[in-house]
């Protein structure tokens, strides 16, 4: 079993990638990014794209508020309530 740091939002990028099954490969793809600027992110150095944060919601049910900061549940209760 993986044991992830949630304290950033880099680690919670990497635990959405981890969490929806996709490899690496697969995730800058879906993202529509290439690896280094999705390192670029994973590390901290640049911020993440909404469209990302919109992706992963969209597609796996991530919650918004917890992609950006941490806080509530990590998927939404009732993805067509939104």
Known sequence: MVKIDFESIGDRLEAMRKVAG???????ELLETTKFIYHEVRYGRKKMPLSWA???NEKYG???QWIYSGQGEI????KDNK
């Open 75 to 78: 998927f939404i209760s009732n």
């Open 54 to 56: 919109f992706t992963f």
């Open 62 to 64: 991530f919650n918004l």
């Open 22 to 28: 996709l490899n690496k490969q697969k995730t800058y």
